[in-house]
């Protein structure tokens, strides 16, 4: 042993420092395809036969695996270039512009993603749908019994912080449902000495905003990063004055392609500090719970809505069996009630509209200026508002991808369930919900 420490302490100091530039990411193995030809299925009966059929090369009965069907590999959004070819009968193809118009919708994707079962009501719902709880075991001291705690996994993007691979559960999207989750014993199952933290709900919560925030993120990088070849591919403007008054007047959004429409004004001082509050993404939780108790406790005035559902004007479906296309209009009051976080999503939005900015005027150059030089200030009605306008569609889908901040923006309102505004704007994400509230009144 002395004469093995001086070496591995050499060894150690000569190896060359690990890449810890991976921000958790998780590279995933590349998928396989399993589709191949199938023989043609023999005939059972004697006839024509001078032999059995379990002399043959290849039957069904002993060979039964080479008769099995396989499914072909999703299609990709955009081929790049051209690819090696994986198989000899199954080889990448692009998506056709009705596959990219599916791709581009946030609540097909979301209804597509794996179904789970919910442990505290036992329905099974898209994973979407649902918010994946995990055991954490926690350092125990020598002779005591081993403990866990219940926090939620999975929420945050995996860039940021994979997902635990240890046995979880999953309760329904509504922050309602945590109290009758963890006075049963579902959700104790998967340990025997489970700790529920009191803060569980509020964790929840900011988990489900701050993947907004990376999700706003990713989308900034990725725009920044590749080419506006179609002008049809914008994926956030700001509507102007006189766009946003058409829609307050109409109470309807007259873009058939957007999916949410954010009213998120700048964070105004402090009145009690008199301080402007500065964007902040990660805050502790305790923090959060006590801002936004005392947000609520000393605002005199009611926040508005946390969403609002619109119809869309310009959908061309026209059909008298579906009804009209709908949009959520979002208020980052009541989306992100805490001022660091609301300063943060500002912030974030304003620089996706900067890539934005810079990516147009890369693709369609203004005679007179570039992309470093701010354009003309508008004036009166033409100067921009509070909102802004989130589209995905067929031609974003080849720029950038919208749907997973769709999809972030529509988890926060499930999990809200709609706790604020009149009894008119109240109803719950689903057409039938009362099934929630009536399975809590009978259970519990």
Known sequence: ?????????KILQDASEPNTFNNGYTRYKKRVSMKNTIPETPTFTSEGRTHSILLDNANPI?????????KSLPPRVHLVKPLQHTGEHDHPREMTNEEREWWSSPYLRMLASPLRECQTTHKKLPCDFLIRLAPVRLPASQGAREQHILVPDGIEHPKFKPRRSTPACYIVCWKDVVPYATSRNSLRRISQNLIVQPLLSARIGYQLRLRVLQELEILTKRLAAGPLDDPAATVLRRLTRSEWNVVRQTNSIPYKDAVALMVVPPVNQNPETKEKSQPSVQLDIADVVRIDTNNSENSSRRPPPLSIIRPVADDDLNSPLLPNAQVPLYHGLSLFP?????????????ELLGAERRARLRAFPVSGFSEHEKSPRARGDAKGSHAFLLCSNQHTAKRADVVPLAIALWRLRMWEGQAYGSAVETSHWEVDAGWRLSWAEQMY
């Open 338 to 350: 805490v001022r660091p976080q609301r300063a943060a999503l500002h912030k974030a939005l304003c």
């Open 62 to 70: 002993t060979d039964g695996h080479l008769y099995n069907r396989h």
């Open 1 to 9: 042993m002395p004469r093995l420490l001086p070496r591995l302490l």
